[in-house]
C-alpha cells in the first residue's frame, strides 16, 4: 500500500524538515524518520527499511556520490528511491543523475509536488517488480525447457545397457551457448546386433533451436529407422522437416547404424562436421566426409548410405561445429587436424585412457586454450567398441 511506505527526509535546513515532514503527514503517510547528516541518514536508511529517500545535496560528512553508492550496496537499486534536493550551495543538477539517483526537486517543494514525486516512485517500483516477475517467470520456464530438453537424451540406464549388451562405450559432453540450445545426439537399439548414433546440430542456438529439437524427436519416435539404411532414413526425415520447420531454419546431421555381428557402420551425412574413426588394429584414423545438403532446406536433396568397417577396439567421434570454430586468445582454431593427433595419442596411443577419460581430456584441453564463453553450441560425442 502506498501509505505504508518507510520514508526518511535528510536535510540541516529546519524548515525544510518541518515542511516535509507536515506534507507527508497530510498525504497520509506516518512512517517517517528525519536525519541532519549523511551519516545519520545511512544508519536510519537500514534501521527503518527505508523505501524512499528525500536527501539535501551537500550533506555534511558523507559526499552524496558515497551516500548513493553505500546505500545501493546494501538494498536492491530497484527497491529503494533516492529523491535529491538541490540546496542553494548546490544548485544545479549537472552530474547529479550519472549517481543512480532516481529523481531531482528543488529544496522546498510543495505539498502537490511531494505528492506528485511519491506517485512517480510507486509507479516505477510497481513497473519494476513486474519487470522483476516476468524475468523470474521466463528463467523459470526456460530452465523447466532446458531440463525437459535434456530428457530426450540417452539416461546413464542406457548407456550401461550398451556396454552390456553391445560391448559399446560412450561418453557424451554437452554445452549450450544459452539455457536452451540447438544440439542434439542420441543412440538407438535397432535389433540385438544393431545399434543407431546420431548427431545433430539446429541453426542458430536458443529457444527456437530447441523447439527444433522437440520436433525432430517427435519425428524420430513416430517414424523410426526399420530399414536400416541411414541415407533413405535421412532423405525421410527431411521430407518430414520440410513441413514443419520455420522459413530459414534447418539443421545438420550424422546418423549411423553399428552392426556389431559384420563390424561394419554404415552412415549417411547432411553437412555434419567430418567425423573420425580411430582402429586399434591399424593404428590409423578416418576422416568420414560430413558434406550433404542440411535438412530441411530442400525437397531433392537425397542422402547416400557409406559403409566401413568397424572393427572392435574402433572408435568413433561426432561433435558439432562449435569444436573446430571456436577461437582462441590468439585466433587461432582447434582443427580437425590438431584434434585427429589429440585423440589418437588419448584413445590409442601409449596413454591408452577410457573413453570417459579421453572425453574430458579433450574438453579440459578445449576449455584451457579455447573461448571461455562459447557463441555456439558444444556437444561431442566418443564411442569405442571394446575389444
Not at 518507510?6 to 507527508?24: T, V
Not at 530441411?296 to 568413433?316: D, R, V
Amino acid at each position: 500500500m502506498l501509505r505504508d511506505l518507510s520514508i526518511l527526509i535528510a536535510s540541516q535546513d529546519d524548515q525544510q524538515l518541518i515542511l516535509m515532514k507536515e506534507a507527508l503527514i497530510e498525504k497520509g503517510f506516518s512512517k517517517i524518520s528525519i536525519a541532519t547528516s549523511s551519516n545519520e541518514a545511512l544508519d536510519k536508511l537500514f534501521e527503518y527499511h527505508v523505501d524512499l529517500v528525500f536527501i539535501q545535496s551537500g550533506l555534511p560528512q558523507i559526499d552524496l556520490g558515497l551516500f548513493v553508492h553505500l546505500a545501493r550496496q546494501h538494498r536492491d537499486a530497484r527497491k529503494i528511491g533516492i529523491i535529491v534536493m538541490l540546496s542553494p550551495e548546490y544548485p544545479t543538477s549537472e552530474n547529479i543523475f550519472s549517481l543512480e539517483v532516481d529523481d531531482i526537486i528543488n529544496i522546498m517543494p510543495s505539498k502537490e509536488e511531494i505528492g506528485f514525486r511519491i506517485g512517480k516512485y510507486v509507479e516505477v517500483q510497481a513497473i519494476g517488480e513486474e519487470l522483476d516477475y516476468a524475468n523470474y517467470m521466463l528463467k523459470t520456464e526456460r530452465n523447466e525447457a532446458g531440463y525437459l530438453q535434456e530428457s530426450l537424451l540417452p539416461d546413464a540406464a542406457f548407456l550401461q545397457r550398451l556396454r552390456d549388451e553391445y560391448a559399446v562405450d560412450m561418453g557424451v559432453y554437452v554445452e549450450p551457448s544459452a539455457i536452451l540450445g540447438g544440439d542434439m545426439w542420441g543412440a538407438q537399439t535397432l535389433t540385438a546386433e544393431k545399434l543407431a548414433i546420431y548427431m545433430v546440430d539446429f541453426s542458430g542456438h536458443g529457444v527456437m533451436a530447441a523447439i527444433n529439437t522437440f520436433r525432430l524427436n517427435t519425428i524420430l519416435q513416430e517414424h523410426p529407422n526399420v530399414n536400416d539404411d541411414p541415407g533413405a532414413y535421412l532423405t525421410q526425415i527431411n521430407t518430414l522437416l520440410l513441413k514443419i520447420l520455420p522459413k530459414g531454419n534447418f539443421a545438420t546431421m550424422f546418423y549411423g547404424v553399428l552392426d556389431i555381428a559384420t563390424h561394419q557402420l554404415s552412415y549417411a551425412c547432411a553437412a555434419s562436421p567430418n567425423a573420425f574413426v580411430w582402429y586399434e588394429d591399424k593404428g590409423q584414423c578416418r576422416v568420414l566426409d560430413g558434406s550433404g545438403f542440411p535438412l530441411g532446406i530442400t525437397a531433392s536433396a537425397n542422402y547416400q548410405t557409406q559403409q566401413i568397417e568397424f572393427p572392435k577396439g574402433s572408435s568413433l567421434m561426432l561433435y558439432s561445429d562449435a569444436l573446430i570454430e571456436t577461437e582462441d586468445s590468439r585466433g587461432i582454431y582447434f582443427t580437425e587436424e590438431k584434434i585427429q593427433h589429440y585423440m589418437e595419442q588419448l584413445v590409442h596411443g601409449e596413454l591408452k585412457v577410457t573413453t570417459k577419460q579421453a572425453l574430458d581430456l579433450l574438453i579440459q584441453h578445449f576449455q584451457d586454450y579455447y573461448s571461455k564463453k562459447l557463441e555456439d553450441d558444444l556437444t561431442v560425442c566418443l564411442l569405442q567398441r571394446s575389444l
